[in-house]
Structure formats: C-alpha cells, structure tokens
C-alpha cells in the first residue's frame, strides 16, 4: 500500500446485516437495497462473516486518521447480526487498536434489545440512536413490525432499559406527511421519553416507477413524483421552527438538536457538522454485509460501488478518484439559484439526493427542500448570532437566551 494511502479523513457506517429488518417501514429507503446488493456481487450475504468482520476491523483502525476511530453499525437492523457478532467486533477492535481510542456508535429500531443488549452496551460504552417518532400514532403509522403490529411501545420499552442500564443514547426522528405539522407536540414527547440528544430526519422519496436505471446511476425521471409519505417541501421547515422556538425557551443547554448544533458551529467558524451541510460529499462512506464499499449511505448503486475490502484497502477506495468525484458533484452541480442564495455557505445545496427540482434556465436540478431550508437558517440567524456573540465572549449560548426571548418575543 502506497504510504502517501495510508490514513486519510473518512468514516465508515458499517451493515453487518445489509438491508435485512425486523421492521417493514413504509418510508426505508434500504429495504429496495435487496435489488441492489444481490446483484453488484457474486456472493450475497445475509450477514457479514467473522472473516469479513476481522478484515474490516483491522483495515479501518489501520486507514484511520488520528487517535480516535469510531465504528458506526447500521442496517437494515444491526442487532440481527446477534450479541456475539458484535462481542467480537469489540475483541478485535482491542486486539486491532494499536493504542487508539475505539468508541462504537450503534442505529437501531430498539425492539430486540433486552438485558442481555443493554448491559453489553453499557459495559463497552455504546453510543446509541433509536429510530422512534415521537408521537405513538405517528410513530405506529409507518413503523411496523413484519407481521403489522405496532411498535412505539416496543421501542418506549427498550428507552427505559437503556436508561436503567445508563446506555447514552440520541433519538432520531423523520419528519413525513404525517408529523411535519407537530413539530412542537414530537418535540415535547421526545423529551418526555428522556431523549436529551435529537435528529430530524426529512424523508423525500422518489416513487419506484418513476426512477430510471442510467449505467447504475440513481437517476430519478424529470420531476418525478415523490412517495405519499414524503415531507411538502416547506413542511421540513415548519417543523423545525416549531421545535427551534421550543428548544430556545426552554432547553438551551440541556436538550441538543444535531441541526442547530452544526448551524451554530457554522456561525462560530466551524465546518458543518452535518453532511447535509456540508460544501462537499464523501467522507462518509458505506460498508456492506460482503465487504462491498459505497461512497454514501443513500447512494448505494451499482455506479457507486467503489470496491470490496477483499481487494482494496478502505484509504485507498476513500482517496480514489472515483470517491473524489462523487465528494466534488455537489459543490459543482448548483443551480444559480442556489449560488446566489444568502444562505448558501450555510447550506450549500443540502443533500444532493434531494436535487428533483428543475428550474428555467437551469442546467442542473435544485433542491427540493429549498424552502424548508431558507426558513430555517433565516429564522434561526438572530438566535444564532447571539448565541455566537456570547461564545466569543467567553460565555455560553446559554447566557444569550434572554436577550434572544426579548428580542424576538418567543
């Protein structure tokens, strides 16, 4: 391995079990990955092998930049794997880690864990995200389990036994045709579920029929009809306003929401936390079951398989050209619009999945969420200024919340 490829600043979300769930969520997006998968490979996997698992582990730890690597499992639904699949990964994480810091962080729907997963996530310090939607009846919507029942009660259940095993864990949210009106009401349910930590998640789907196959490409037809359960386009907007205005009064300090979290990060100087953010793609990418790698988690297609661990090392499919040109598409393929736009440095295009708008005049597509956007990084800006003045100033964001509340009347 070239030495120049030997580190470089990347992360992984791991699959161990591809694409398969205990869940049928109407709005995944991974369960069509069966299509995919199984057909860019000669060697579908269920799960991913303990051979599979030590080759990962070892070359991950090795390409790795720094003295901190984080191990992110994702599914599908990772506890499908079994205990004993990730007791291993935690045996040659410390066989693998040469003297660095190895923290795993672990997305879940929550229905299997019982004792047995909590203590082994207390006991090795797993971060956890629990898919859970708040409110019961929105939640239970979608989230189903394979035979049809609900499952909010399910999941509620296993917060209580995380809690009572002292298991730090975030809650992710997604944002549909359902909930996008009670940003409020799922702001306070998820508070009283314990969640101190939270993501919102907008979910645009393009309808299956209206997607067309280019060379492997993900390429959805000329405004294309997104799914029923998909956001409006300033309904992702309106939630998070709805919850921002709560959050400000109530819980600076004491609840974090990943989304103002970078938004402020961004006033402060920083680059964005958040890859939606973010001027550029690719430092996130995405390890199959088979040790397939794609450059992103919503990108998994046949033209965005970048190799197999087998062959290539992790650092070098992450500074390949290939993986280059994917990062680069999004800061190169705007529409003037978008260009022009007095938000752009803090939004850069959002996610380039979500480009289905074509506009007059435009070579490339905009984003369909744009509305959604430009309400939140305008309304949020006076906020966020404060809070970024009295950061400067040696305090916290804390000590700007009443200035905040007087001066925009929350």
Known sequence: MASNAQHAAFHMMAKPTSFHCNLKCDYCFYLEKDGVVNKTTSEPSENMSNGMLKRYVRDYIRSHQGQEVDFSWQGGEPTLAGLGFYRNAVKYQQQYAEGKTITNSFQTNAVAINRQWAEFFSQHN???????????????????????????????????????????????????????????????????????????????????????????????????????????DDGYGQFMMAVFNQWVKEDVGQVFVRIFDSILGSWMGYPAST???????????????????????????????????????????????????????????????????????LCHGGCPKHRLVSLDGEKHKHNYLCKSYQQIFTQTAPAMHLMSQAIQQGGTAIDAVPLIKNTLRI
């Open 275 to 345: 890859c939606v953010q973010s001027k550029e793609c690719g430092q996130a990418m995405v390890i199959e079951a088979n040790g397939d790698v794609y450059s992103c988690d919503h990108y998994v297609y046949p033209a965005n398989k970048l190799g197999n661990i087998e062959q290539t090392t992790l650092a070098q499919m992450a500074t390949s050209k290939q993986q280059k040109r994917f990062g680069s598409a999004k800061s190169l393929k705007l529409t003037g619009q978008c260009e022009a736009c007095d938000v752009y440095r």
């Open 126 to 232: 797993f971060l956890l995200g629990v898919s859970i939607d708040g409110i019961a009846e929105v939640h239970d919507k979608y989230r189903i389990s394979v035979n049809g029942k609900p499952t909010f009660e399910r999941v509620k259940r296993a917060l209580e036994l995380l809690k009572e095993y002292k298991v730090e864990f975030n809650t992710l949210t997604v944002i549909n045709d359902q909930n996008w009106q009670r940003g409020k009401e799922t702001y306070q349910a998820l508070k009283e579920l314990g969640s101190t930590h939270m993501q919102f998640i907008p979910i645009v789907e393009v309808n299956a029929n209206c997607q067309q196959s280019t060379n492997g490409h993900y390429s959805p037809l000329q405004d294309a009809e997104l799914t029923h359960f998909s956001v409006p």
